[in-house]
């Protein structure tokens, strides 16, 4: 049987380790933080294959080292899907439609800001580079509630989240459906519309992340934008990929991907989902 490890005990570990059991594959746990690691003698537990590089890729090079592993995602892959502004320039650059973006890479003048956000329409919206699960995204109003942001995230660029010194501006698009499209091995795989309740929108909530309360509803996308979730992997050259999506009346854009998307309920997924994904897991191992 082959033993995969898997840096996190959260949604995904629990939901992949019975299918995957089924499958001759063993999920196993390697955490890469709240844990020492011994540098200077092999380690004691073996594993075949990686499932995704640990989002601290510190302590994953050390443990990629230790272990030898090949990786589903590898650190390349996490570090791209990461750079959000880096992942809009390369779709944009394919021809795919993303949202109106600027990257502002601090530090700059407030003159260059305010000519930043001169042709965008208010709200817009202030998202850190590289934040994860919508932390320090923000919504300013108007240019005074923009600076005050900015104000903010000088403050706290040390966190995790803004530690590289970089966030976009984007349009902010009120009405649009927000969908997370699973991509395994460069193909449609599934995907949810994750939703607000009715009194979370009216109490003036517009995040869509399922970490900050939304519901994922499981989905049957229209072509149209299957293929657009496969034309972002295959840009990003990215085996395994939650890709987002806003859809209006008149458009669709990927807002962001993630390389460490989390596995929801099979139920929420196409039939072979676990059949593709070990398949996947597999060739990641012969690499």
Do not use: C
């Not at 657009?228 to 990215?238: F, G, K, M, W």
């Not at 929801?264 to 059949?275: G, L, M, Q, R, S």
């Amino acid at each position: 049987m082959l033993r995969l490890a898997v840096t996190t005990r959260a949604e995904t570990f629990d939901r992949l380790r019975d299918p995957l059991a089924a499958r001759d594959i063993e999920v196993a746990h390697l955490p890469a933080e709240a844990r020492t690691i011994r540098l200077d003698a092999p380690p004691t537990e073996t594993f075949d294959v990686g499932f995704v590089y640990p989002s601290r890729t510190q302590s994953g090079d050390a443990l990629a080292a230790l272990h030898g592993l090949p990786w589903v995602n590898d650190r390349e892959a996490i570090l791209t899907s990461r750079n959000k502004g880096g992942v809009l320039a390369t779709l944009g650059a394919a021809d795919l439609p993303v949202p109106k973006t600027t990257m502002v890479a601090t530090p700059v003048d407030e003159a260059d800001l305010v000519a930043a956000v001169a042709g965008f329409d208010w709200p817009v919206v202030v998202k850190p580079n590289s934040t994860t699960r919508g932390t320090g995204v923000a919504k300013a109003t108007d240019l005074d509630s923009l600076l005050g942001i900015v104000d903010y995230l000088d403050l706290v660029h040390d966190y995790r989240a803004t530690g590289d010194k970089t966030f976009l501006l984007q349009e902010f698009l009120p009405d649009a459906r927000d969908y997370r499209v699973m991509v395994v091995g460069g193909a449609y795989a599934g995907a949810v519309e994750r939703r607000l309740s009715d009194a979370d929108r009216e109490a003036g909530r517009w995040k869509h992340n399922v970490h900050r309360g939304a519901e994922a509803a499981g989905v049957d996308l229209p072509d149209e934008h299957r293929r657009l979730a496969e034309r972002a992997a295959d840009a990003l050259d990215i085996d395994y990929l939650g890709v987002d999506l806003l859809v209006t009346d008149d458009r669709a854009v990927v807002a962001e991907t993630n390389a460490r998307p989390t596995v929801d309920a099979a139920t929420k997924y196409v039939d072979d989902f676990h059949d593709r994904l070990a398949a996947l897991i597999r060739r990641a191992a012969e690499k």
